[in-house]
């Protein structure tokens, strides 16, 4: 037998439209590992004990196959399409096509709107699925606020098309906010960023809870399991740190669920992976329960080491120094 969490248990998140969405969802790209096939009976899995935020994105190849479970799933009365939070992504070579690729999305995934659609990168910057660290293509370039606008300006017309209910963005970095956000009519929502214990982002999570964009934070965990293009000699496993282990120790659970709890206490959405029932459940439950203490949460907000994890750098233009170029880690826009 299945276990179930109840929904309503599972705390909120409120956006600045005083709308509320769950504070975890599960996230859905494993397609370096899994079949779609799988990460989709996940999906229908995480429906079933109590998950009703899902992120999505075109660019990870599985979206029609989840979207015949939520179909399933509507059709036999477990869940009720309004109850979803349904998040998908317009990939980089749609930047010109955006109502095309959010069409697409709503007719793979059968879900009649989408609830927060993203610009998935603020640049056009190809990459063929499952590329090696190498690979680079010759037609990217650097961030552009007009091109970047152009992207922006096309979801705000599916906002007013009832298409979707609100615009994301995604690994955008201060400086990038600073150049579009006067110009946008309808702001984002929520902002997808990279964030976890041994790289929290503080100045960007500040920033963006000032200006009313909720934090989601994508690899919650550190992604012990990412691809292999993301991995390099000098990353940090996060949920090895001494300090993880023993708060995990002190609540007698995995040390991943310490990292979502967290992500959750400190105010972003985490959005963890995982195929196997006994972790998304696990992951589902850990939000409803057993908080982290006061003293806990001073000693994980000590781990931050600049550990990124996803460099970014297949999305490099000709002329780029190195994946830094990709973060304005100096605060100014890279060109």
């Given at each position: ?14 956006l ?31 429906v ?9 994105a ?9 979207g ?30 955006v ?41 990217s ?65 500040d ?28 990353d ?22 310490i ?37 806990e ?12 994890l996803?460099?970014g ?23």
């Open positions: 037998m299945e276990k179930i969490i109840e929904p309503g248990l599972v705390p909120k998140a409120t600045y439209t005083g709308v509320q969405i769950p504070c975890i969802g599960m996230g859905t790209f494993g397609s370096d590992r899994f079949s779609a096939a799988e990460v989709a009976g996940a999906v229908a899995g995480g079933r004990c109590g998950y009703r935020m899902f992120d999505c075109a660019c990870y190849g599985n979206e029609a196959q989840i015949a479970e939520f179909h399933k799933a509507f059709v036999q009365g477990i869940v009720r399409r309004e109850e979803l939070t349904i998040m998908t992504k317009v990939w980089n070579d749609m930047h010109s096509r109502e095309e690729s959010c069409r697409k999305s709503i007719q793979d995934l059968q879900c009649d709107y989408i609830d927060i659609f993203f610009i998935h990168w603020p640049f056009p910057n190809y990459h063929a699925p499952g590329c090696d660290k190498d690979a680079r293509n010759p037609d370039r650097p961030f552009s606020v007009e091109e970047f606008l152009n992207t922006y300006r096309q979801c705000e017309e599916l906002v007013e098309k009832g298409m979707i209910r609100f615009i994301g963005i995604s690994n955008m970095t201060i400086p990038k906010l600073e150049a579009v956000l006067p110009f946008l009519k309808i702001l984002p929502a929520v902002c997808e960023s990279e964030m976890h214990p041994c790289f929290q982002q503080q100045e960007l999570f920033y963006l809870v000032a200006h009313k964009i909720f934090p989601i934070g994508y690899m919650p965990l550190g992604s012990p399991r990412r691809p292999e293009r993301d991995i390099f000699e000098d940090v496993a996060d949920l090895e740190r001494p300090e993880i282990v023993q708060i995990a120790k002190a609540h007698q659970c995995h040390p991943a669920l990292a979502l709890k967290w992500a959750w206490q400190r105010g972003q959405i985490p959005i963890p992976f995982s195929v196997h029932e006994k972790n998304y459940f696990s992951n589902l439950k850990a939000m409803t329960e057993d908080p982290l203490t006061e003293s949460m001073k000693i994980l907000s000590t781990l931050e080491c600049n550990n990124r996803v460099k750098q297949v999305f490099l233009w000709e002329g780029a120094d190195d994946w830094h170029d990709l973060w304005d880690e100096d605060g100014t826009i890279v060109q």
